[in-house]
């Protein structure tokens, strides 16, 4: 791994793009394996495609989770805004209907004219400039807030779209999901009838079936924080893959970085791909503990460096968070938080 482009962070069509891109991805994935391969490498290949697809999707989903509750805190935060200037502008109606009452009371004479007979030429001038102060200053006011009403209405209107649209994303995500863990159960199902011994070489040949790695290195993590993620992801170790959770029962791969860092009081963005983008990129040769590492192009997997060439993930479902090789897969960034 001579050099490792870093990607910039995905926009908020970016999700909807992976989501809509998966099919083809995969077809073009599966459309590279040889067809004279082995039968056991045949199975290899189609679970491969489908882990590679299961996660791209998970984190698309993520992303659309994400913003979906972002704009429902933006909805909410608009809402009260409006309320907030409506009971303004009812208490000014009310002042108002107050002074116009008090008008007709007096025998419908309009101000002005009361004030040009006044007796005293001095308090007249002085009451008229009051009173066109007052009213300009409260048709100033009323402006004002109908404007910023009509405002908040119009952004209330925006984030309600907004958010029927990303809830139709994230459905439809969720949805595609379901539909690679069928293919995924089914692909396991079917590895699992072959017999013992193509099944082991399988199992040689996976990620999930490395054995004998050596223990962590004792590099020094980069800052206080860094250490204190590093022992939050080993505490997990073990933990369950679990589509689209951040702990603590279960994680998945972003998950399980943005939970361990939040336990060093770092708050880390949901998805992986904006993981990468969190912090300063560094080298792969100068990563230290706590470093963030991104695989893939579309950095739709990450896990975090430990030191002694490893690195803490949770893998796919069925695989428990681990330790793996940092070089299980091509690396696109190393990010020091």
């Known amino acids: 791994m001579g050099s490792h482009r870093r990607l910039a962070p995905s926009g908020s069509d970016r999700g909807a793009t992976a989501a809509v891109g998966l099919l083809s991805v995969a077809a073009a994935v599966l459309a590279a394996v040889p067809a004279t391969a082995a039968p056991h490498d045949d199975r290899r290949a189609e ?3 489908l882990q590679t697809e299961a996660e791209q999707a998970t984190e698309a989903y993520n992303e659309a989770d994400a913003r ?3 704009l429902r805190e933006e909805v909410g935060a608009a809402q009260d805004a409006i309320a907030r200037q409506q009971e303004r502008i009812n208490g000014m109606r009310e002042t108002l209907g107050s002074l116009a009452g008090a008008q007709y009371r007096s025998g419908g004479i309009d101000p002005s004219l009361a004030l040009l007979l006044s007796a005293d030429p001095d308090d007249y001038l002085d009451k008229a400039s009051v ?4 009213t300009t200053r409260r048709a100033g006011d009323l402006r004002e807030l109908q404007e910023a009403l009509r405002d908040l209405a119009q952004d209330r209107a925006e984030a309600g779209r907004k958010l029927t649209e990303l809830e139709e994303g994230r459905k439809a995500v969720a949805a595609h999901k379901k539909t690679v863990e069928r293919k995924l159960a089914k692909a396991r199902e079917l590895l699992n009838s072959l017999p013992d011994e193509e099944r082991a070489a399988y199992d040689r040949g996976s990620r999930s079936g490395r054995a004998g790695l050596p223990a962590p290195g004792e590099a020094a993590p980069a800052s206080g924080r860094a ?10 170790l073990g933990k369950p893959y679990v589509w689209g959770a951040n702990g603590p029962g279960g994680f998945d791969c972003s998950g399980l970085t943005q939970w361990s860092y939040a336990q060093a009081g770092v708050g880390l963005p949901r998805t992986s791909q904006a993981q990468s983008g969190a ?3 560094v080298s792969l040769a100068d990563a ?9 192009d579309d950095a739709s997997h990450i896990g975090m460096y430990v030191g002694n060439g490893q690195v803490i993930h949770a893998p796919y479902p069925g695989a428990p968070v681990r330790y793996d090789p940092v070089g299980m897969m091509p690396v696109s960034s190393v990010t020091r938080v």
């Open 68 to 70: 979906t509750d972002a």
């Open 227 to 236: 250490a204190a993620a590093v022992a939050a992801a080993r505490s997990a």
């Open 279 to 281: 912090g300063r990129q």
């Open 288 to 296: 230290r503990p706590g470093d963030l590492v991104a695989y893939r």
């Open 47 to 49: 679970v491969d495609r």
């Open 131 to 134: 009173l066109d102060r007052i």
